[in-house]
C-alpha cells in the first residue's frame, strides 16, 4: 500500500478530504491550521501544483493557457484533478468555495476522459438550469478547442420536437436534467460508452425539494448499462442531509472533499445589512445608491423571492426613469438568452433576478448583490435558506475579486432571518447605519475594497 501526503504548500487548510471505506488514511496535521491532508486508500494522489503535473493532452494545455489565460490551478483543482484524472477513476463528492474554479475541475475532467477517436458520447454534464448548462458548455469549448472534441447543449427548445431530432453523436452533452431525462427516455441519447457524469450543484439536483427523483432516473439508468462510469458531485453547498444522502448514491469507494461551514463564506466579499423602513424607501436605496455607486463599481445582480416581486421591482425603478433588465423563469427561453447574454457583454449594469441565477452563474465584473428579499425556504417564509444565501453572494467576489452584499431589512422577521443566516455561518453582518445616508454607503463600500 502507498499513501503519499499532499504536497503541503498546495491544499487549503480550509478542506478536509477523506476516503470514507478507505484503508490507507494518512493525517497530516499542520499546527496552524485544522488541516486533514488525507490520502485515498490504496490510491496516491499528490497535489497538483501546475496544470502539466496533471498530464493534460498538449492540445487540452494549450486550451487552459491560450483560451482559458489561467496560469496554475486553484486550491480545489489542485487537490481534486488528481483525484478525477487518475485511475482508478472514482467517484467524487467535491465542494468548493463560490467562485474557486470548480467548473474548470469538472471540464478538465470530461475533456480528459473522452477518447477523441470514440464518434459516441462519452461525458454528460447536469445543470439545474438553462443559464448553467450554456455557461458551463461556452467554458468547455473555449477549453477543448484545440481537443477537437464534439459537444451538445442539452436544454429545452421550444422549436425542436424530440422526435424530429437526429441520434446525439456528440462526446459531450451539457444540459439541463429534464431535457437529458427525455432524450434518454427517448432512446435519442445512447449511455453504453459513456465514461463520467457530473452533477454540477448537486445538493440542489439531490435535495428532495429540488430533483431528486429525476437525477436518480438519470444515474441508475446510466449505472445499469455503464457500470463503471465515474461520478462527480461539486456544490459550494452541501448541507447534512444531502451530504449523507449523496453518499449513497455513489460509489461506496468513493472520495470526498468537504469545507466546514463556518468557513464557507467569501472573504473578499463584505456583507452588509441596511435597516429600511417600508418597500418605499428599499426602492430608494436601490435607486440612489446602487444606481448611484453600482456603476463606480461594475455590475449588481439584485436578488428578489419572486417573479411578482421582480416585476414590481422593475417597474417601479422604470417609472422613476432608471433601466435595468429582469431574468425569471416565466420568460419566454430566448429572452432569457438574450438577457443574459446582454449582461454577459456588460451592455446592462443591474440584473434584477429571482432564484434563477443564484447558483454558477459566473461573471467577474459583478462586483454587488442586493438582496432586496432575503432568501427563504419556499414552504415556510420565515426559515432562512442558508444554502441559497451562500449562492447568491457568491456571484460577487469572482475567484477572489472583491465584492460586497447589501441585505435589505424591513421589520422584525427579516432582522431575525438575518440574524439566524449570521449564526448558521458564524459570521457578523456589518450594519449600515442609515439608509438615507449616502456617506454611509460611501464608507461601506471603501471598506469592501470597492472605492
Ligand atoms: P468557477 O468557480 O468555476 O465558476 O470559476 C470562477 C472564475 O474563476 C471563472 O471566471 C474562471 O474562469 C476563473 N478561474 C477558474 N480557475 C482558474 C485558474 N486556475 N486561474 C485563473 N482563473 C480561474
Known amino acids: 500500500m502507498v499513501a503519499k501526503p499532499l504536497k503541503p504548500n498546495s491544499p487549503s487548510s480550509l478542506f478536509e478530504s477523506k476516503q470514507p471505506h478507505g484503508t490507507g488514511r494518512i493525517g497530516s496535521r499542520r499546527q496552524d491550521s485544522n488541516i486533514k491532508a488525507v490520502t485515498s486508500g490504496d490510491t496516491p494522489y499528490t497535489s497538483a501544483s501546475t496544470f502539466e503535473e496533471l498530464n493534460l493532452s498538449p492540445e487540452l494545455l494549450k486550451g487552459v493557457y491560450v483560451e482559458m489565460k489561467f496560469e496554475k490551478p486553484s486550491k480545489i483543482q489542485a487537490i ?20 474557486s474554479g470548480k467548473t474548470t475541475c469538472f471540464t478538465l475532467g470530461m475533456l480528459s476522459r473522452v477518447d477523441p477517436k470514440l464518434k459516441a458520447p462519452q461525458a454528460f454534464c447536469i445543470c439545474p438550469t438553462r443559464e448553467l448548462a450554456i455557461q458551463n458548455l461556452e467554458v468547455l469549448r473555449k477549453m477543448g478547442k484545440y481537443t477537437g472534441i464534439t459537444s451538445e447543449c442539452g436544454v429545452p427548445m421550444d422549436h425542436i420536437p424530440i422526435h424530429q431530432r437526429p441520434p446525439i453523436m456528440a462526446q459531450v452533452v451539457i444540459g439541463t436534467l429534464g431535457t437529458i431525462k427525455s432524450w434518454m ?5 445512447g449511455v453504453s460508452f459513456l465514461k463520467i457524469l457530473v452533477f454540477d450543484e448537486a445538493d440542489h439536483m439531490l435535495a428532495e425539494d ?20 465515474q461520478v462527480l458531485l461539486f456544490s459550494a ?6 451530504k449523507n444522502f449523496t453518499s449513497m448514491v455513489v460509489n461506496d469507494d468513493h472520495n470526498q472533499l468537504f469545507i466546514k461551514k463556518e468557513e464557507l463564506s467569501l472573504e473578499s466579499v463584505k456583507q452588509y445589512k441596511v435597516n429600511v423602513p417600508d418597500e418605499f424607501a428599499k426602492v430608494m436605496v436601490v435607486k440612489d445608491r446602487i444606481f448611484e455607486f453600482g456603476e463606480r463599481v461594475g455590475q449588481t445582480i439584485i436578488f428578489v423571492r419572486t417573479r411578482n416581486s421582480a416585476t414590481m421591482l422593475h417597474r417601479s425603478l422604470a417609472d422613476l426613469g432608471y433601466d435595468c433588465t429582469t431574468i ?4 419566454r427561453q430566448e429572452d432569457r ?15 434584477i433576478s429571482t432564484d434563477l441565477l443564484a447558483r454558477g452563474f459566473d461573471q467577474q465584473q459583478v462586483n454587488l448583490v442586493i438582496n432586496y428579499d432575503l432568501p427563504v425556504k419556499h414552504d415556510n417564509r420565515t426559515a432562512p435558506d442558508c444554502e441559497v444565501y451562500l449562492h447568491r453572494i457568491g456571484r460577487a467576489g469572482r475567484f477572489g475579486c472583491k465584492g460586497a452584499v447589501f441585505n435589505l431589512l424591513c421589520g422584525e422577521t427579516d432582522n ?13 453582518v456589518t450594519e449600515v447605519p442609515d439608509w438615507r445616508s449616502e456617506d ?6 471603501r471598506s469592501a475594497g470597492l472605492l
Open 80 to 99: 481534486s484533478l488528481p483525484m478525477i484524472l487518475n485511475p482508478p477513476f472514482k467517484d467524487l463528492i467535491a465542494q468548493a468555495h463560490n467562485g
Open 185 to 189: 427516455s427517448t432512446k435519442k441519447l
Open 210 to 229: 429540488g430533483f431528486k427523483g429525476e437525477s436518480l432516473y438519470i444515474m441508475e439508468n446510466i449505472k445499469k448499462i455503464s457500470s463503471h462510469c
Open 237 to 242: 453547498t452541501f448541507n447534512d442531509v444531502v
Open 328 to 331: 425569471q423563469g416565466a420568460l
Open 337 to 351: 438568452d438574450k438577457i443574459v447574454k446582454e449582461f454577459k457583454d456588460g451592455l446592462t449594469q443591474v440584473l
Open 416 to 428: 431575525m432571518i438575518m440574524s439566524k443566516i449570521e449564526s448558521h455561518f458564524g459570521t457578523k
Open 440 to 445: 454611509d454607503f460611501k464608507a461601506a463600500l
